[in-house]
């Protein structure tokens, strides 16, 4: 990190602070040197580290040579960490620390001020109270005192030890003996090849196909120079796969060697000079594994699906009472197998007539729940691995149905056309849709589709309903709905209704006369006065609230208006018949 630049004043302050911090570094960098020196002349003087043994004028220069790289070594290292600069905000920041009420001022002083001149004479204000600061306390500290007093004594003491080393080094009777002597090799004796006699283990071998074979000889009457494992694919040994040399254990009787993959059935034997032993067996094995798994799914009659065959999988989504049937492909004849559902019920698995590695097993799941593949084979082995099989199953959802528009309730006239759009959508498919309307005692259902409609995909249906066919007459109230039927489970008829809405029939039309208003009245009277009403009205309708429009007659004065009311308010609201003043705003029209 680059060193910013610092006034005169609080260089000075920190003059003290740079001279103990690279103290401590050059105490720090001689302690490692002398604890690596020491160490190095332990494991020597202990017999651990062995050395090649010196003659000659060799006996005086090596160590020599040694005491003078490590003599360099320290005054380079002591040079380079002299020259090595002090991060001095590293050192305002431990400052910062112990003096708090600096307020970040040192090191803010430390910052390089902008050109502009407020910017100066700020900076230089902060110098000044920084330099203030470090005359009137100590900023070197008692801990970081401590702490150059603790790395001095460190290095010292490592010196005296490396010192003492050297002593124990020169001094031929303190030394001890050494722990680690070097063993004499045993040279081995031949004998006559007919005293041999050897022992191979395992002998005959069974073993997994892909692992590895340990085989130990062991010899009496003598010890062989060296000996090999020969391995072939036949009993004479025509046929050589590879030759593995042993090598001799703990024992100097004993050989031993491993073969480190088996791939299939061959025979091995151990050679020993031009002598072998006899010929053994090795058997290879698999463990029962899942090859491929295909499913079959069948889904209920009721539903119009078609069977569906999975390919590679082990994972299943099916409709609810479905026949799901698995066709699972092993790597070897087993002799029982099943899936182990996490309700604790097994669905057996049984070998298919033509084939018997493929496994067949049916199964009807009410719900989705996993399974575990156990395999074992005549040998009573089984599956390492178990893989795990998952059925999701669905369950079958009633239509939705919506009426889209007219998507609330309104007011019709009696010779009104009321049009009806519905959307339908359902997972399997739509048998049916129509609509029903109610006025009155009267019911009329009007079939909106009578084919059957393609699942998961919405479909728009329409209608028009004339209320003149219906002889609606004004005041009364017609709802109506619309309906969807599929299939449900058991292959029963379900029918599911979208949300009801009404329409209230209404008067073709409303006249209104404006009647003369009362005379106006003074004083408190005029205050607890209520608005003007229409009083004097003739009235053709019985619909409470709606649009009002204005259109003046030939000849008459303004006064006499005739206004037509068309309605716009939800029947629902407007079923009781009430008296109302109609809207202040009106749009006048010839």
């Known amino acids: 990190m680059k060193t910013p630049s610092v006034p005169h004043l609080l260089a000075r302050r920190f003059e003290p602070l740079i001279e103990a911090e690279r103290t401590v570094r050059g105490y720090k960098f001689l302690a490692a ?7 190095a002349l332990a494991l020597f003087w202990l017999g651990l580290l062995p050395l090649p043994e010196l003659r000659g004028s060799s006996r005086v220069m090596v160590p020599l040579a040694v005491y003078v790289g490590f003599v360099l070594c320290a005054a380079g290292g002591w040079w380079w960490i002299s020259r090595r600069p002090v991060d001095l905000l590293e050192l305002a920041r431990g400052i910062e620390e112990e003096h708090p009420e600096l307020q970040a001022a040192l090191l803010t002083a430390l910052e390089k001020p902008d050109d502009a001149a407020l910017s100066r004479y700020l900076h230089e204000k902060v110098v000044k109270d920084a330099v203030r600061h470090g005359i009137a306390h100590d900023w070197m ?7 150059v007093l603790w790395w001095k004594s460190l290095g010292m003491i490592s010196l ?36 041999f006699e050897v022992e191979v283990r395992p002998g005959d071998a069974e073993v997994e196909r892909g ?23 036949d009993a004479t040994g025509e046929q050589e796969l590879q030759r593995v040399p042993m090598k001799a254990g703990v024992e100097a009787s004993a050989f031993g060697g491993v073969i480190t993959k088996v791939e299939k059935d061959c025979f091995y034997r151990v050679a020993y000079g031009e002598q072998s032993s006899p010929t053994f067996r090795i058997t290879t094995y698999v463990h029962p594994e899942l090859v491929q798994s295909d499913a079959i799914i069948t889904p209920p009659a009721y539903s119009g699906q078609p069977v569906k065959e999975v390919k590679k999988t082990q994972n299943v989504t099916a409709l609810e009472g479905s026949l799901v049937k698995f066709r699972i492909k092993v790597n070897k004849p087993v002799a029982q197998a099943e899936l182990y559902g996490e309700d604790k019920k097994s669905v057996p698995l049984v070998p298919a007539k033509d084939d018997p590695l493929m496994l067949e097993g049916t199964m009807t799941p009410e719900a989705t729940q996993k399974y575990r593949l156990h395999l074992v084979d005549a040998q009573e082995r089984s599956n390492k691995q178990p893989p795990w099989f998952k059925v999701n199953i669905l ?9 889209v528009f007219p998507k609330r309730d309104l007011a019709v006239s009696p010779i009104q056309e009321m049009p009806l759009e519905a959307k339908v959508w359902d997972d399997l498919g739509v048998r049916r849709a129509g609509a029903v309307f109610m006025l009155g005692d009267q019911e009329r259902e009007v079939l909106l589709s009578g ?6 995909k919405h479909h728009e249906l329409k209608t028009m309903m004339e209320m ?26 379900r029918r599911t209704q979208s949300d009801m809405f009404f329409a209230e029939v209404r008067h073709f039309e409303d006249i209104f006369r404006e009647g003369e208003a009362p005379p106006e009245e003074k004083g408190a009277k005029a205050a607890a006065r209520p608005p003007p009403s229409w009083a004097n009205c003739r009235r053709r309708c019985s619909m409470p609230r709606g649009r009002w429009f204005a259109q003046p007659v030939r000849g008459r004065s303004l006064t006499n208006w005739r206004r037509t009311w068309v309605c716009s308010m939800s029947p629902r609201r407007s079923l009781v018949n009430r008296r109302r003043k109609p809207s202040a705003r009106l749009r006048t029209r010839r």
Not at 213 to 232: C, D, M, Q, T
Not at 468 to 493: H, N
């Open 33 to 39: 040197m002398c604890a690596v020196a020491v160490a």
């Open 141 to 147: 500290g008692k801990r970081r005192r401590q702490q």
């Open 160 to 195: 005296l030890v490396l010192v003492g080393m050297q002593v124990l080094m020169v001094l031929p009777r303190l030394r001890p003996a050494p722990l680690v002597t070097k063993a004499t090799p045993e040279v081995p004796v031949e004998h006559p090849l007919a005293q």
């Open 211 to 233: 692992t590895r074979l340990v085989v130990e000889a062991r010899f009496k009457g003598g010890v062989p120079l060296n000996a090999a494992i020969v391995v072939s694919t």
């Open 395 to 403: 369950a079958d959802q009633p239509p939705k149905v919506e009426i």
């Open 451 to 456: 084919d059957k409609l393609e699942g998961k």
């Open 468 to 493: 003149e066919s219906l002889k609606a007459e004004p005041r009364q109230l017609l709802s109506y709905y619309v309906w969807a039927e599929d299939a449900a489970p058991g292959g029963q008829v």
